[in-house]
């Protein structure tokens, strides 16, 4: 942790942690989940000294990425998400645009991800873990004894899979097989709430301790 820069903005409507995290050398950031008020974001990130190389979208709900249109074109960054959510973005009734602006179709990314590929902002470099179950291209990133869950997993609960494509097997699945075997000591930083660990939602996460 002592090359990440990490601040954390609770954002929007439905109050979306949007994380920054930059490294300390390069001066390079990632943005994820812009959520709401680009302004708020640029204006920390310029007070940091930072520079934005990329966004990136733990999924594709207008809440974690209402303001990704607006800080991409502010900061000239890439926009990134999974493949399998290009789709969603699209899709005003699946992306939950329509529930708050009306009817809007969320930004083209600029790069589609795969599960295993890497995202970088200076020496700073982050695995892409595809974790289907709350969208079909939810993404947790994770690197640096952190990883950031998105709407898959929070401290102490697990995404809704309510909406369109969610699934309940599905996400619990991703859970079990990409993020449980991480270290302990991992700390996850959701897309609500609190921080939490991989440890502490191992042991007390009470929708991981049932076989569904």
Avoid: Q
Avoid at 31 to 48: F, H, N
Avoid at 82 to 88: D, G, I, K, N, T
């Amino acid at each position: 942790m002592r090359l990440v820069i990490l601040e954390t903005l609770v954002l929007g409507e439905l109050a979306v942690n949007c994380y920054i995290v930059g490294c300390r050398e390069s001066k390079e950031a990632l943005v994820i989940d812009p959520g709401g008020d680009a302004p708020v974001i640029g204006r920390r990130v310029e007070s940091l000294g930072l520079h934005v190389r990329a966004i990136v979208l733990t999924h594709g709900h207008w809440d974690h990425a209402g303001a990704a249109a607006a800080l991409r074109k502010a900061t000239g960054a890439e926009l990134l998400c999974h493949r399998a959510e290009e789709a969603l973005l699209a899709d005003p009734e699946g992306n939950l645009s329509t529930f708050f602006t009306g009817v809007a179709r969320l930004p083209v990314p600029d790069r589609l991800l795969s599960d295993g590929d890497r995202v970088r902002a200076g020496r700073l470099s982050f695995t892409v873990l595809h974790t289907p179950g709350h969208t079909p291209g939810g993404l947790c990133l994770h690197g640096e004894g952190i990883v950031f869950t998105g709407d898959t997993l929070f401290a102490g609960a697990v995404g809704r899979t309510d909406f369109h494509g969610g699934d309940f097997r599905v996400l619990l699945a991703s859970i079990r097989e990409k993020l449980l075997p991480l270290d302990d000591a991992t700390v996850v930083y959701p897309g609500h709430g609190p921080a939490s660990s991989i440890g502490d939602e191992r042991r007390e996460n009470p929708y991981l301790a049932t076989e569904w």
